[in-house]
């Protein structure tokens, strides 16, 4: 292996390293304030869940901006563990077509 391979792969093994451990460094602690209970391979909140609204043309565009702000805030409450909206249980959608396009509503449980 020559010093510019060793070099290189350095870099990717730190590269790495410090990429898991700053997918960790998010979390706020403050999830440890609710109940938990493992579902399966996840650990879910046992009675508390989110909500999320958005707006937009399209029922899709409302859904993906609903999801989106689910998303914001359970991530900036708990860290990015819990704000994966596919490892959430307990989800629902309702959105309602208006004037101006679609509004929609998640509600969701986070689970990590």
Request: contains cysteine; charged residues 15%.
């Amino acid at each position: 292996m020559t010093l510019g391979q060793i070099l290189k792969a350095t870099i990717l093994a730190a590269a790495v390293a410090s990429a898991g451990s700053a997918a960790k460094a998010d979390n706020t602690g403050l999830d440890s304030i609710h109940t938990q209970v493992k579902a399966g391979k996840k650990i879910c909140f046992a009675d508390h869940s989110h909500n999320g609204s958005g707006s937009g043309p399209t029922r899709v565009a409302a859904e993906k901006q609903a999801i989106d702000s689910w998303f914001q805030y359970t991530a900036a409450e708990y860290g990015t563990d819990w704000a994966h909206i596919a490892k959430a249980v307990k989800k629902t959608m309702t959105c309602n077509q208006v004037s101006a396009g679609w509004n929609c509503d998640v509600a969701a449980t986070p689970c990590k």
